[in-house]
């Protein structure tokens, strides 16, 4: 028979008080400490190691202090909360469920050490629940560019402390509900990561040719691409004539390359380009264009934002002048060009729309317009996307630690399977179909995943109001 927590209790009162109240005391770590940072020691846990409102001891840091070094407040233990005071993901709450090795927390992460730790979970569970989009601990942050938490901030969070027989009833039904969810979260989570290496597999068997085995067999005439190269390359000399010596593109090292479907050949890059000036190029660097020169209303400067997995995005925007933009016309992108992000983000790939307004690329993206008539836009982009021959070549070659990826001539020396013109149409169209469905189906498991989390919340806010209904 079901009943509501605020039932089973209705005798029994609540009382408002704050987390400063019932906290022995609440601390955070000290600043110096990151210099005794170590292969082995103490934990030190910081903001990162706090996530989804969990710890997470998977990648720690380690830190060994010396004997000198006075931080008993700040040692970790069983039954105490953390609350992340800096950064982005400043406000999240994780409890210490069970015993732990020695630890300490850093001073971006406050340590509150309740007086009763049976108080744990139920005041943590409270302090996760939201109030509109925010926790009230999120809600307190303040500062634009790294919002902050202060320590009096955390004391004066308000805490509803419910009867020790009706924290036991809530605290139980949570985790079950919570446990419940959790099963059917992982279970989305499952099939998100399959239907993404199904995608992964749609566009691989699409640059070896396996998806139009059978288009072959029903086409063995068509004109093959090694004739179709011949002709692109006599179109680029033909296109290039009257502008002065003329450089032949790159041509492959096939030497370890795989075999290729009957009628398919080796090309770069740089071979299936359109032969004016400027068929690859990558945006303006340096002080060509600054970033005190975007502005609010303009003409649009396409960067890494606006170059998603095959979609391009105006969700993110950076805009220049008309006249910045006259000054800078040989970076302009044209539709059907295909952009590839070559810095930071290496490798997200897309094509431009048909209808997009006049812009420019910027220093982090390359555009490539393909050879008109000969090499369908949409094709080369699979070939850019797909983890074949092609992308192993572009990510074999990524240069740089802090800020890797690839340059012009790494990226026009880039093999690509290439097959005749019709059968690139027909890989077009065949991974536009199978890829259509994985769309529709990630953005149902996408719908099922935030669900979740609102019917999380929705456990809590019933919970703290009395309201959640038990077995």
């Known amino acids: 028979m079901s009943n509501t927590v605020a039932s089973s209790v209705a005798s029994e009162r609540w009382v408002e008080t704050t987390l400063g109240e019932l906290a022995e005391y609440i601390t955070s770590g000290s600043r110096d400490w990151s210099k005794y940072y170590a292969d082995s020691g103490a934990i030190f846990i910081r903001t990162q190691d706090i996530n989804r409102n969990r710890l997470s001891l998977n990648e720690v840091a380690f830190v060994k202090l010396p004997e000198k070094v006075e931080g008993k407040r700040s040692l970790v233990r069983k039954g105490d909360l953390l609350v992340t005071i800096t950064g982005a993901n400043v406000g999240k709450v994780a409890v210490v469920e069970g015993e732990i090795p020695e630890a300490y927390v850093s001073q971006s992460v406050c340590l509150v050490r309740l007086k009763d730790p049976s108080l744990a979970k139920f005041v943590h569970l409270q302090l996760t629940a939201k109030r509109g989009d925010k926790t009230t601990v999120e809600a307190m942050a303040y500062g634009l560019g790294r ?123 740089e071979q299936l380009t359109a032969g004016s000036p400027g068929a690859i190029q990558s945006g303006p660097f340096g002080s060509q264009l600054l970033h005190s020169e975007f502005v609010d209303d303009g003409i649009l400067a396409i960067g890494i934002d606006n170059v998603l997995d095959a979609k391009f995005s105006l969700g993110r925007q950076h ?91 790494i990226l026009k020396a880039a093999p ?8 690139q149409k027909e890989i077009v169209a065949e991974v536009e179909r199978r890829l259509s469905v994985i769309d529709e189906l990630e953005a149902a498991v996408q719908a099922n995943l935030t669900r979740a989390d609102r019917l999380r919340q929705s456990i809590l806010a019933q919970a703290f109001s009395g309201s959640l209904r038990t077995n």
């Open 416 to 423: 690509v399977s290439l097959p005749p013109f019709f059968e």
């Open 147 to 269: 919002p902050v938490l202060n320590l009096e901030n955390i004391r004066s969070a308000l805490i509803r402390v419910a009867p020790t027989k009706t924290q036991v009833l809530i605290v139980a039904e949570i985790e079950k509900q919570f446990s419940r969810l959790d099963e059917a979260v992982a279970n989305l989570k499952r099939v998100k990561a399959n239907l993404k290496r199904y995608k992964a597999a749609v566009l691989k068997a699409a640059a070896e040719g396996k998806l139009t085995e059978e288009w072959r067999k029903a086409h063995p005439n068509v004109e093959p691409a090694s004739k179709l190269l011949e002709r692109i390359l006599a179109e680029r000399r033909a296109e290039w004539s009257g502008r002065g010596k003329y450089k032949e593109p790159a041509v492959p090292d096939t030497n370890e390359l795989p075999s290729l479907p009957k009628g398919w050949t080796w090309a770069t890059v």
């Open 319 to 409: 805009r220049i002048t008309h006249a910045k933009f006259k000054a800078l016309e040989k970076f302009a992108a044209h539709p059907a060009d295909v952009v590839i992000t070559v810095m930071a983000t290496v490798g997200r790939v897309c094509v431009l729309p048909q209808k997009l307004e006049p812009a420019i690329i910027t220093k982090h993206c390359y555009r490539i317009t393909p050879a008109p008539g000969n090499v369908d836009s949409e094709f080369l982009a699979v070939a850019l996307r797909a983890d074949s021959s092609t992308r192993q070549y572009l990510f074999g070659n990524v240069r740089g630690q802090t800020r890797p990826g690839i340059n012009g001539s």
